[in-house]
């Protein structure tokens, strides 16, 4: 591993707890201004100082985020799907078509731009499953390949939607992590050197773990009430990730400040959700 790659590593990661905790702050690139996230530079203003990196788009980067800041920049760099739409079907007479949705990404920041930026890392999407798998796999390999010229870290999202999102909603834990396992190992064999998925439920989240040789972080996904988003986050770090990448459980949290803070506890010191809760005064609701 290059100096370039283990020092920016070492920006992401805590060389001291060997965790991470990333504010996620992405989303506009294709949910547009979420609730929370209208104002990228409000959102994050209070909080900023309780994350380890921030995770924006190259466009949130520019404005803003002041460029005095000492928080390490992990840029979203694949993007291109946006809303869903319909498309015709290729070779079909019939004139049927078909929905293309998220998944239909393109590298977006280049590894250049990237360190021009003074990134400390990168994250690309992938879509194992769906019709743009090669597609957004290949996106993965093209940027770790230029990435890891300039010693720029890559994390590998494997992102779920659509059908996909339905096994977990529907509580599929089992089906959702042999998914989840699957996705996150493609994710490390095509060059992620930290990859970024989402928990699945208590003794499955292990098979997911067990198959990833590079580190995990977890994403918090829609929004759910302080105590269970605390909850998720805490068997995540007692299954084994390093840490969280997330976005809405803490800036629409009712109490952003203490949410990320107990985050950051349970993540860096492994303290329990009682202990976090009653420290910040957090409601089960927050
Ligand atoms: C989509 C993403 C999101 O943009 C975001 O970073 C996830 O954060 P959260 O789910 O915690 O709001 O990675 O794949």
Not at 20 to 43: I, N, Q, R, W
Not at 164 to 186: C, Q, S, T, W
Request: with cysteine.
């Amino acid at each position: 591993m290059s100096w370039g790659l283990q020092n920016r590593l070492a920006q992401i990661i805590n060389p001291e707890t060997g965790k991470t905790v990333l504010l996620a702050v992405d989303h506009g690139y294709f949910m547009g201004p979420v609730s929370g996230l209208e104002d990228p530079a409000k959102t994050v203003a209070d909080i900023i100082q309780y994350c380890d990196a921030l995770s924006p788009t190259k466009g949130i980067l520019h404005h803003s985020i002041d460029p005095n800041t000492s928080t390490p920049m992990i840029l979203r760099a694949s993007g291109g799907g946006s809303m869903a739409r319909q498309v015709p079907i290729e070779n079909d007479a019939t004139g049927k078509t078909r929905v293309i949705g998220l998944e239909d990404e393109v590298i977006t920041c280049t590894a250049e731009e990237a360190v021009a930026l003074n990134a400390a890392g990168v994250t690309i999407s992938i879509y194992v499953g769906t019709e743009m798998q090669r597609q957004s796999i290949d996106n993965l390999a093209t940027m770790t390949r230029e990435a890891h010229k300039y010693g720029l870290p890559v994390i590998g999202i494997t992102a779920v939607g659509g059908e996909l999102d339905a096994l977990r909603v529907e509580g599929k834990e089992a089906e959702f992590a042999k998914y989840l396992a699957n996705a996150a190992r493609i994710a490390v064999e095509h060059g992620a050197d930290i990859v970024k998925t989402y928990f699945v439920g208590k003794g499955h989240f292990d098979k997911v773990i067990g198959g990833c040789p590079a580190p995990i972080v977890i994403a918090g996904g829609k929004k759910e009430p302080a105590q269970q988003a605390l909850e998720f986050t805490y068997m995540a770090m007692q299954t084994g990730a390093i840490g969280v990448d997330m976005g809405r459980n803490i800036f629409q949290s009712k109490e952003p400040v203490k949410m990320i803070q107990a985050v950051r506890d349970i993540v860096h010191r492994g303290d329990s959700v009682d202990a976090v809760m009653s420290r910040y005064n957090l409601k089960k609701d927050d």
